[in-house]
């Protein structure tokens, strides 16, 4: 096991440079299964989903070769087995990814069912329904979905009656290859939506309306290989942005995108911060203190989900109130008591945490639970004068590349000790 140790309460001063989006590269990586031909992904962060995903295409009988740290070429065509087993992919929940592509490529598919995670059930009964409507026949046996289109898949008209990131993705890549047209209504607007389908026209799809709510795909026999670039991760991106807000620092972000982060940059200048953009850089800054605001998680282009223990964690220091509603998981706010712990003063009304600011976060010893929970604490921890050792760090690996050596790139003193 691994701690993260930090030594905080210095202001956050500096730079860093924003890797690519791991929420766009395993669609990405997925969508390689369609591909007939070899193709090069650039820009992909080291991250543990990412390996999963990677040895999964491999074990598939996908050619895979890491050209560098963050770029790999892969070519499916040798690939031979349409399945994602429990022991490969237990620790991955995006393995539903795969299941589109494997089922409209090779006209079957087992993958084993995500289980449930810290923040909520996790569901993926709307990507079932919607290959159902492509004519797939589905079952789920043993805990694995499988799936069959022996005439293979023909398109349709489907209506998503809750927004899905991952669900829109699969569905757009299954339609990509299926016979005729599929129009994805209510289909989620997320810019790593816009990203897998940038990169799969660039190989020969046609699909129009992606950011939008509503996407249409004309099927086509196949796919080319060729480059696929992964845009910047906003949500890293932010949180290295509020980790300067909340030590009342001053942070730079480069190599990244404001138009992915309007809901954001919005509340950290409502709240105060000085916000400064440019083509391929954000600024923030807090120089004199943070005020409490109120925000409500939304699909995009409304404030991330994967933001909101980030921004509570800021909240926590703020000058006055601040009401944060979680409306996309049932048990986002497993931070909460951790922070409680830091002497952060939260109560929990269902799905709304009251934030009271309090002057000052105090160290302590806290543990993570899930991802963005984990930022969150790291955050707390930066701005809490003494001490912090944070455990199960292993939740922060899956979502943050080399976060050690970023956050001293601010002047952070972060240290990972490996703990037996
Ligand atoms: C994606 O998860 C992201 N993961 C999540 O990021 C992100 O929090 C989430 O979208 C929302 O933005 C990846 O892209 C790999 P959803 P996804 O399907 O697609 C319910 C992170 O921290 N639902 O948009 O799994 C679901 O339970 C991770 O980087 C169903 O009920 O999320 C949830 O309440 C965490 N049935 C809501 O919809 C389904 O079939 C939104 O989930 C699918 C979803």
Not at 24 to 45: E, K, M, Q, W
Not at 319 to 341: A, D, W
């Amino acid at each position: 096991m691994e701690n993260i140790v930090i030594q905080g309460g210095v202001p956050l001063v500096g730079s860093v440079e924003s890797s690519g989006a791991k929420n766009a590269a395993l669609p990405l990586l997925a969508a390689a299964i369609l591909a007939d031909g070899a193709v090069t992904f650039h820009r992909i962060p080291h991250l543990n989903d990412i390996s999963t995903m990677t040895k999964l295409l491999a074990w598939q009988g996908a050619d895979v070769s890491y050209d560098d740290r963050n770029r790999l070429t892969i070519d499916t065509r040798a690939a031979n087995k349409p399945e994602a087993p429990y022991e490969l992919v237990k620790t991955m929940r995006a393995s539903s990814l795969v299941l589109g592509p494997l089922l409209v490529r090779f006209g079957e598919a087992r993958v084993s069912l995500p289980g449930g995670c810290a923040i909520g059930a996790r569901p993926i009964d709307l990507h079932l329904k919607a290959l159902e409507v492509m004519g797939a026949e589905i079952t789920v046996e043993h805990g694995d979905v499988i799936a069959k289109a022996t005439h293979g898949l023909k398109g349709g008209y489907i209506f998503f009656e809750q927004v899905t990131v991952t669900g829109t993705e699969n569905i757009m890549m299954a339609a990509v290859l299926a016979d005729g047209e599929t129009i994805l209504d209510n289909a989620a607007r997320e810019p790593e939506v816009v990203n897998l389908a940038d990169s799969l026209r660039a190989l020969g799809a046609k699909i129009e309306g992606d950011g939008t709510g509503t996407i249409t795909i004309q099927g086509v026999s196949s796919i080319s290989g060729g480059d696929i670039y992964t845009i910047a991760d906003r949500i890293e991106t932010a949180t290295y942005l509020a980790a300067g807000l909340i030590t009342g620092g001053d942070v730079t972000v480069t190599k990244t995108d404001a138009k992915y982060l309007d809901a954001f940059l919005a509340k950290a200048k409502e709240s105060g911060a000085e916000v400064e953009v440019g083509d391929d850089f954000i600024r923030c800054a807090a120089p004199h203190g943070l005020k409490a605001v109120n925000i409500h998680t939304m699909p995009h282009p409304g404030f991330p989900t994967d933001l909101q223990a980030q921004f509570m964690a800021m909240m926590c220091v703020a000058e006055g109130t601040s009401l944060i509603s979680e409306t996309i998981f049932e048990n986002r706010f497993m931070h909460v008591q951790e922070l409680i712990r830091m002497g952060a003063d939260i109560q929990l009304d269902g799905h709304t945490a009251v934030v009271k600011g309090v002057a000052k976060l105090s160290a302590a010893p806290v543990m993570a639970t899930d991802l963005r929970a984990s930022a969150s604490l790291v955050l707390a921890g930066a701005a809490a004068e003494g001490e912090t050792v944070i455990s199960r760090v292993y939740h922060i690996d899956r979502g943050y590349e080399r976060i050690e050596e970023k956050m001293r790139c601010l002047g952070a003193k972060i240290e990972r000790h490996y703990v037996s």
